[in-house]
Structure formats: C-alpha cells, structure tokens
C-alpha cells in the first residue's frame, strides 16, 4: 500500500523540509547582520543598522531561530517564533503596499510563516537534536511525549 509506505518516510521528509527551511531562514539573518550572500536586501551588499527597529530585530530573529530549526534543537518554540516574525513582516510591512503577496512582494514572508507554523505543530521530524534529547531522558526512565508520525 503506497500511503503506507510513505508514513513511513514521513519523519525523514519532515527533517530534511525542516533543514531546508532553516537554512534558508539562517542564510536571510546572516545576509542582513554580515552583509553576506548579497547582504540585506536593498543595500547592495550591506547590511541592516545594529538596533534599527524591524529589520534589525527581525535578522537576529532569522538568524537565531533559523539555526535552531535547522539543527533540530527547540524546533518547536524557535519556529513559533519565526512564524510570528513572518506574520508581523507580513501585516505591518508588505500588507501597507498592496492586499495580496503577489502585488506586496510578502510571498516569502508568508512562505515562511507558514512553513514555521507547520514546524510548530509536527516537531523537528528525523534527523533533529530534539530526537537525541528525546532518547536520552528514555534511557535514563524519564517519560517523554510520543513523536509518531503524523497520519490521516
């Protein structure tokens, strides 16, 4: 039975989105704060001004959370707060220009707050620090919450 077969897969597809996801988020913050990749978007290079508000604050968000969800370590706490960064961009930044993403230039803001709120929900999936915490405090007796995959 091939939906089977693909529950079966399904932590491994969840961590390996998971990385992505936090790659990519890591990559926006490290671009903003260090200039590099292309730097912050519309510097030509550059970098956001230490202590500016959003952007400042938002590229240590991208930073911090995005390595934490790319490593799998308090995947779900740091994605809740990468979402609701998403969604603030969203609102107080995009949404003035134009109702929808494609007319606003949000579609990435969206992208990742969705993307975020998915991690909430599921967990860091295979591959994740989460998992090795998780098999330590088994062995030691402690109990801890079933991480199943998720099936419909």
């Keep these: 039975m091939p939906s089977a077969r693909l529950n079966s897969v399904q932590p491994y597809a969840l961590g390996l989105f998971r990385i992505v996801v936090g790659l990519l988020f890591t990559a926006h913050g490290a671009a903003s704060l260090f200039g590099v990749l292309g730097g912050a978007v519309g510097t030509h290079g ?14 240590v968000i991208q930073l911090v959370a995005g390595a934490l969800v790319l490593v799998g370590l308090g995947t779900r706490g740091a994605a809740l707060i990468a979402s609701g960064s998403m969604a603030f961009a969203y609102f107080d930044i995009h949404q003035q220009h134009a109702l929808l993403p494609i007319q606003n230039g ?16 599921t967990g860091s999936g295979a591959f994740g620090l989460d998992r090795l915490f998780v098999r330590r405090a088994a062995a030691q007796g402690e109990r801890v919450p079933e991480q199943a995959p998720i099936a419909v």
Excluded: K, N, R, S
Aim: aromatic letters at 24%; one cysteine or more.
């Design 106 to 121: 949000g579609e990435p803001a969206v992208m990742f707050c969705w993307a975020f709120l998915l991690l909430v929900f």
């Design 46 to 59: 550059g970098t956001v001004a230490t202590g500016t508000w959003p952007g400042w604050y938002a590229a």
